[in-house]
């Protein structure tokens, strides 16, 4: 399954707004996603499944346009044969096999009765589901339930992914596999949009994210540069060596480190605006001064601290 | 000892949920694992004798719960998983009824229920009637009625289940809060490793009705040998594997897309990577020496029990 | 002063704890629930209507008493007298009609507090509540019981204490004295009709999934029970007039109050439910019909939990 790189996916979100009544969803979201893997962060209720919604033609927005590969999914229903979504809900007619679920949707995108079947078998298989889908839906667990749903979304092998908590419910088993699956849709070319609300998981699945809060857009971008993008949050590093006195007094003579402390005999913990420089400048320095750095590192520096420091 | 287990089964129908269980487990925080259908909420609706074993026995903080199972209630708080609520009730009357049904008298619960929903962090709403609720707020609130009594442990089905990262963060904290303090010991079931990493000292590993592991997480890591070394970074990371693997360092990718895993050959310090580093030109943000991840433990325990198939779920990629 | 910081942390609930009886915490949460709805309160107004009419009539009839009391000194045995008798009718009557008619009144509002008492426990997982908690499978039930026996008790048997109360504390110091006697018997009457009303409810609401749902099917499974009870025996059907709790309700109260003709005016205000004719078999089937209900209680109790 891979599609030809002529058709690359693009999604165009321009000035949408989205009231519920008195409630604001979404408010002036403009947004561009090309081919890879997205993540979708925020909490609950900042818009992430509306934004979902917009983009699968479900809802329509308020003002503002939403734009799948240049047409718009709530008026112009062709979006739907390259677009494949695996909703949050967990909803199914419960007494279908898995198979006949996956080949029942599959048809509708205009297959034949025996390439949907192929399809949907094709589909099972990559998400793992191929001893279990002759099993009713009822009798399935959680996690089966939940691949079955993605099994759907990408049968009929769709430029675009949307999956909305593709995770919940799986094992620990099951969502190693589930990880590795979204970063090979995202390798083939296909534009991947993953919510999630396991921060360690979407960091295993992509660097790129949005971050939604309270219906805005709050950050979009790579997730180390993001980081650095923070300015008033200089990042805490942490080295520990040998003789960590003098390490700090070679490195506060750099421009962007901002305070050395030495902690006990071997560690040193520092604050620096730039990570990266100081990362290029530490093993010349540790080995100007005969000095082997045992470990290094920082806290702060993944999608944890980003999103705390974004959205809380 | 907070659970010991001799020889526990359970039968649904054709589905064996419990085989032969025998564990004994201590610990303050003890994470409770499995794939789905493995018979962890089986295990702990044994434990507060909600459902009859065919056939062994089980002693909760030293007390037979099939023959005692009031006893057990009284010194177990539980919150299962799901939206199990009393609609109409608002959350501070929930709590208070769970303290009353255990015997406290009405004004000791009430009492008892705002200091509890202080330490979960459910303010204002806690008057407002609980079918109301958010997620976060609800399993605030299935946690405070099952504190309320001051059990001697906590068991928890998938708390952090739904939750967005805020809460879970709050959530997880107040766990470890509890795991520090004098309060109740804590029995966590869930799906996330993280979860059970950020709390738990002690865990159990549960597949197909079998225990494949109880004991420590220290151990659980040290069965599978040497230590390894994380590496993030920017530049040639490619680069820096193969020269890595080259000199005879077992190299693996890591858990994000940035990042490699290193097994040093026996007696070679972090200088090593150090040297290839430089060679390659890539300059490193991270290396850092941990023990075995939970994750590679737990599917080994799952592999390693003797069951030629890994769990029901696994998939085939 | 001594300074210091108070921790905020978990605290240790100090003292013992005396096991306290369960079932009550659960019998005022189910009220103080049941309470807070509209419908609820309507139905206690359509209750307190009843017992306000009967209240009426049995003064009036109090009243008429005394009338006819100083009319027997002047004219000796009057037709006057039994005029107004047959008009006004007698207090036992009245109140064996008002055991009748306030059951129809609690019916309404059982269906409106007491049909969800184990259905939405069930539907919300409540019941996994309970019962990792502390309970015996017993103080659940009792606890339901309890809850849906106070409403009869307090629009049933309570008023019937008072209505009685009233009647002898204004009836001429003749008819006190014969009206004294009525309260066991007339007690005995309400309370299996409590009873009765109680357990159908408890038992009807154990088989369902939804307060409403249950609530609809009580109202309505009484209605064609009581409309079978009072129409077929009219076509020959003798048997059918124990199929409707009302009317063996009804067999019970008036031969435990020994109650009389009812009076004109009453049965224009209202129309009171035939009996039967055997009182022993209309008392069997209201224990069977009790005893059905709380078979179905205790049955999905037992099946949802062990121990």
Known sequence: MTIDAASVATMRIAGVTKMFGTVRALDEIDLELGPGVTGLLGPNGSGKSTLLKLISGQLRPDTGTVRVEGLDPFAQPEVFARLGLCPEQDKFYEEQTGEAFVTALTRLHGYGARE????????????????????????????????????????????????????????????????????????????????????HEVEAMTHQVVLVRYGRLRAQGDIGRLRALLDDRPYRFRIEVGRPRALAAALIALPHVQATEVVGESALELTTTDLMALCRALPGEAARLGLVIDQLGSPDADLESLYRYLIE | MLLALHGV?????????????????????????????????????????????????????????????????????????????????????????????????????????????????????????????????????????????????????????????????ELLQLLVRLREGDGPAVLLSTHLLHDVERVCDTCIIMDRGQVRYAGSLEQLRARMGDDEHVLRGEGDLAGLASALAQAGHAVAPGERPDALRVRLIPGHGPEAIWRAAQAVGASLWQVQRRGQRLEDAFMAAIDGGGAEHRGEERARS | MKDQVFSVGYRRLPGDRPRRWAPWPIARTALALAWRKRSTKLGVVLCAMSVFGHGIAIAAQVLAERVMGRMGDRDGPGVMRDVLRSVVGNVHATLATFIGMQMIACAFLLAMVAAGLVAEDRRTGAMELYFSRPLRRRDYVVGKLLAAGLVPLVTLVVPFSLLWLAAVGMAPARASQELMGLLLPGLLGAVVAAVVLTTTILGLSALGERGRTVGVIYVVGMLVLTSAGADLPRHGQAWAGYLSPLRNVQTLADAALDAGSTGMLMQLLISRPDTNPSVTLAVLCLLGLAGLGMALLLWRVRTEVAG
Do not use: W
Not at chain 1, 147 to 164: E, F, M, N, Y
Not at chain 2, 57 to 83: C, K, S, T
Not at chain 2, 84 to 90: C, D, E, V
């Open chain 1, 116 to 199: 949907a079947k192929a399809r949907a078998q094709a589909a099972l298989a990559r998400v793992g589901m191929t001893e279990h889908m002759r099993k009713p839906i009822r009798a399935m667990s959680r996690g089966m339930r939940q691949r079955t749903k993605i099994a759907q979304a990408i049968a009929h092998d769709p430029p675009i992914v949307l999956l909305d908590e593709p995770l919940t419910g799986t094992d620990p088993l099951g969502r190693a596999d589930l990880i590795a699956l979204v970063r090979a849709l995202g390798q083939e070319g296909r534009c991947v949009v993953v919510s999630s609300h396991v921060l």
């Open chain 2, 9 to 169: 089964s359970k039968r649904f129908g054709a589905l064996q949920a419990l085989r032969d269980v025998t564990c004994e487990l201590d610990g303050r925080a003890v994470g409770l694992l499995g794939p789905n259908g493995a018979g962890k909420t089986t295990l702990m609706r044994a434990c507060l004798g909600l459902l009859t074993p065919d056939a062994g026995e089980v002693r909760v903080l030293g007390i037979d719960a099939r023959r005692d199972p009031g006893a057990v209630r009284m010194r177990l708080g539980y919150a299962a998983e799901g939206p199990h609520r009393i609609p109409g009730l608002s959350g501070l009357e929930s709590v208070a009824y769970a303290g009353e049904l255990c015997g406290l008298s009405r004004r000791t619960a009430l009492l008892r229920a705002h200091e509890i929903l202080d330490l979960v962090g459910l303010d204002e709403a806690r008057q407002r009637p609980v079918e109301e609720y958010s997620t976060g707020m609800h399993q605030r609130v299935k946690l405070g009625m099952a504190l309320v009594h001051d059990p001697e442990l906590l068991m928890l089905d998938e708390p952090t289940s739904g939750l967005d990262p805020g809460n879970r963060d």
